[in-house]
């Protein structure tokens, strides 16, 4: 099982990104793959996640007008949309999973009570002024 982030690079203040994160050894449909974020000197903080294919999507506050994440379920891939930027996007981004339990409120910070596994490498996201 892996999961693998890529598209990351440096971009000015108001561009795009996206960002892609590929699943490797299992079916990415059983699972919320989040978008989880860490900058230097911050907690970690959920960004996106999404579960059953577009059904169900969550945002942060921080970025619901300006990120969208969605999912590939041929490539078995997700993908996080990245417009706007701001300096304070600036982070290593990582994709890791959860099993999804449909019974269990899965909130905006992606957080379902269940712990996240098989985090990567991350790819890193730096906004410049």
């Known amino acids: 099982v892996q999961l693998v982030e890529s598209g990351g690079g440096l971009v000015q203040a108001g561009g795009s990104l996206r960002l892609s994160c590929a699943a490797y050894?299992?079916?990415?449909?059983?699972?919320?793959i989040g978008w989880f974020r860490q900058a230097p000197g911050k907690e970690r903080e959920g960004v996106a996640c999404?579960?059953?294919?577009?059904?169900?999507?969550r945002y942060a506050k921080s970025v619901e007008d300006r990120f969208t994440i969605s999912s590939d379920n041929d490539k078995n891939t997700v993908y996080l949309q990245m417009n706007s930027l701001k300096p304070e996007d600036m982070a290593i981004y990582y994709c890791?999973?959860?099993?999804?339990?449909?019974?269990?409120?899965?909130?905006?910070?992606?957080?379902?009570?269940?712990?996240?596994?098989?985090w990567g490498r991350g790819t890193q996201v730096t906004v410049s002024t």
């Open positions: 050894g299992f079916a990415i449909d059983d699972y919320v």
């Open positions: 999404i579960a059953r294919g577009d059904a169900t999507t």
């Open positions: 890791p999973r959860t099993y999804f339990h449909a019974e269990y409120d899965l909130g905006l910070d992606c957080d379902q009570g269940t712990e996240y596994d098989s």
